[in-house]
């Protein structure tokens, strides 16, 4: 078949209605179950303009929280670029990427409330993260639940 135009036919459905047609056509639970992906990508994940070097960060960040986080069942969980900050790394001081975690749960996606993970997980996140991406100097964990605020942060 030849399309004129984009066909979505599911684009008016809410995140838990795709889970629920995704339940209904038998699909694995590794499918119905995931976490939602950012419909316009990981560019929703770093506040203001959007460069290769936020881009490679994110990724890496939010492999590392999703790593971290899974076993604890979110609906969500990413990292996020905020902008820059001070800190140390080694005996310097460093001017570098803030990366902010977040991780929700929710029934619908119209609200959510903050998972309240363990003290040792989000200390070995924020470890992982400023160890193994030279460039982030911070790491913050987003308390915020949705209203007033939004899953994402763009």
Same mark, same amino acid.
Request: hydrophobic share 40%.
């Given at each position: 078949?030849?399309?004129?135009? !984009?066909?979505?036919? !599911?684009? &008016?459905?809410?995140? #838990?209605?795709?889970?629920? %047609? *995704?339940?209904?056509?038998? !699909?694995?639970?590794?499918?119905?179950?995931?976490? +939602?992906?950012?419909?316009?990508?990981?560019?929703?994940?770093?506040?203001?303009? %959007?460069?290769?070097?936020? !881009?490679? $960060?994110?990724?890496? *960040?939010?492999? $590392?929280?999703?790593?971290?986080?899974?076993?604890?069942? +979110?609906?969500?969980?990413?990292? *996020?670029?905020l902008g820059k900050a001070t800190g140390v790394k080694? #005996?310097?001081?460093?001017?570098?990427?803030?990366?902010?975690?977040?991780?929700?749960s929710s029934r619908d996606a119209m609200t959510a &409330?903050?998972?309240?993970?363990?003290? &040792?997980?989000?200390?070995?996140?924020?470890?992982?993260?400023?160890?193994? $991406? +030279?460039?982030?100097?911070?790491?913050?964990? &987003?308390?915020?639940?949705?209203?007033?605020?939004?899953?994402?942060?763009?």
């Amino acid at each position: 078949m030849e399309f004129r135009c !984009l066909v979505e036919p !599911l684009r &008016d459905l809410y995140k #838990d209605e795709v889970r629920e %047609v *995704a339940r209904a056509l038998g !699909l694995p639970q590794e499918i119905s179950e995931r976490m +939602p992906y950012p419909g316009p990508g990981l560019a929703v994940r770093i506040v203001g303009e %959007v460069t290769r070097e936020e !881009l490679e $960060i994110v990724r890496k *960040a939010n492999a $590392i929280v999703e790593e971290e986080v899974m076993r604890f069942c +979110p609906w969500q969980a990413f990292a *996020a670029i905020l902008g820059k900050a001070t800190g140390v790394k080694g #005996d310097n001081r460093v001017y570098g990427w803030v990366v902010a975690v977040r991780s929700v749960s929710s029934r619908d996606a119209m609200t959510a &409330d903050v998972m309240e993970l363990p003290w &040792d997980v989000l200390r070995r996140i924020s470890s992982r993260i400023t160890g193994e $991406i +030279p460039s982030v100097a911070r790491v913050v964990y &987003d308390l915020t639940p949705k209203p007033p605020g939004t899953i994402e942060f763009e």
